[in-house]
Nanobody, 119 residues
Framework: QVQLVESGGGLVLAGGSLRLSCAVSGRTFSTYVMAWFRQAPGKEREFVSRITGSGGTTYYADSVKGRFTISRDNAKNTLYLQMNRLKPEDTAVYYC????????????WGQGTQVTVSS
């Protein structure tokens, strides 16, 4: 069983930065495609970013491209999301997700961490 635990959320002023982390246990971390999704109040969950097992390929939603950076440390079984120049519309619960392959709906999910950006 794969377990994912997010941390690093909080309250930040617009223009500020936060770094989210996702600690992963279970099967070999480097075999998983990892992703970040988010869900704002009253909205559907949306894709934010994805990274392949080796970390060699990354994908971003247009809304975060140039501001967010996804990375992973396979030695530490940890996924990261560096979020810069945050905007109020980035306010959401952020979830990390894992799957052996690229899927729109990954198999494994964390419990989420709240990010609130005030204007």
């Amino acid at each position: 069983q794969v377990q994912l635990v997010e941390s690093g959320g909080g309250l930040v002023l617009a223009g500020g930065s936060l770094r989210l982390s996702c600690a992963v246990s279970g099967r070999t971390f480097s075999t998983y495609v990892m992703a970040w999704f988010r869900q704002a109040p009253g909205k559907e969950r949306e894709f934010v970013s994805r990274i392949t097992g080796s970390g060699g390929t990354t994908y971003y939603a247009d809304s975060v491209k140039g501001r967010f950076t996804i990375s992973r440390d396979n030695a530490k079984n940890t996924l990261y999301l560096q979020m810069n120049r945050l905007k109020p519309e980035d306010t959401a619960v952020y979830y990390c997700a894992a799957d052996p392959t690229i899927r729109n709906l990954p198999k494994y999910w964390g419990q989420g961490t709240q990010v609130t950006v005030s204007s």
